[in-house]
């Protein structure tokens, strides 16, 4: 029999991987039906969500990357860092979090194997995460200064957090045909924000890419040649509508760029503040 760990902050046993409804904090998705095969197409599982709960739900039923599925599974069976030997790990896709009727999406990269991974949250139990809170309180956007896990009490007002990859990829890099067979999810995200979106926030080149891909996917208006990536970097995207949302970049939230000053609280703190006009 497989040994159920206790959350971290409720304290009820949980298995590991955590299958769909089985009552982790904040799980978006209901329990499978008794026998039915687990999803896998994630292009259909996308397109099917009419709105960003469903689509929340949906996510954790996306199989199609033997790689990934592998290595995010593995990592939360036996691969644990020893400092979370003793809690229970996600080990489904990352689903995205924050206000269903955002006016700003916030575009990261992948989870990581040990935060999203584990915590069942984006940006949620590394230093990554614990920068980009402690500014997405700072600005108005997050409750609370810090995240720890779902069931924290955390939440976002006018943001959603999505990203190019929802599985925790080995070495945080993604192959080319692993963001593609992703690419749904963030244009479906696109697809349903749109009524209300202002501006997309891409941290890092690839979270870039990824949004000017899906924005073209879907027949959005993209500059040519295709707009280069650099922090505080904006460009225009024209809807069919006839609206137009800004796209902005940010250099990632990486330890690589915090440490090292290449991106600093007040850096990121202006370029929060600016979505907001």
Not at 45 to 69: E, H, I, K, W
Not at 146 to 160: E, F, H, I, K, M
């Amino acid at each position: 029999m497989e040994r159920l760990d206790p959350h971290p902050v409720t304290g009820e046993p949980l298995p590991s991987p955590v299958p769909p409804g089985a009552g982790w904090p904040g799980d978006p998705a209901g329990p499978a039906p008794r026998g039915a095969p687990p999803p896998a197409r994630g292009g259909r599982l996308a397109a099917s969500a009419p709105a960003p709960p469903a689509l929340r739900a949906r996510t954790g039923g996306c199989r199609p990357c033997p790689r990934l599925v592998r290595w995010r599974e593995d990592v939360a069976r036996t691969g644990r860092r020893a400092a979370f030997a003793d809690q229970p790990y996600w080990g489904r896709p990352g689903p995205s979090f924050g206000d269903p009727d955002a006016e700003v999406l916030l575009v990261g990269l992948a989870p990581a194997a040990n935060g999203t991974n584990r915590t069942g949250r984006m940006f949620t139990g590394d230093s990554s995460g614990d920068f980009l809170w402690a500014a997405l309180h700072r600005t108005g956007f997050a409750a609370q200064p810090t995240s720890v896990a779902a069931g924290d009490g955390q939440a976002l007002s006018g943001l959603r957090i999505v990203a190019a990859v929802r599985c925790a990829p080995p070495a945080n890099k993604p192959t080319p045909p692993e963001r593609a067979c992703c690419a749904p999810w963030l244009e479906r995200d696109l697809e349903l924000a749109a009524p209300r979106l202002r501006a997309v926030l891409c941290l890092g080149s690839i979270g870039w890419d990824a949004a000017l891909g899906a924005a073209r996917s879907l027949g959005w208006d993209v500059p040519r040649p295709k707009p280069r990536f650099g922090h505080a970097v904006e460009v225009p995207l024209g809807l069919p509508d006839g609206r137009s949302v800004r796209l902005v970049g940010c250099y990632h939230v990486s330890p690589h760029n915090t440490f090292t000053r290449r991106l600093t609280p007040e850096m990121l703190d202006d370029v929060l503040l600016g979505l907001r006009g």
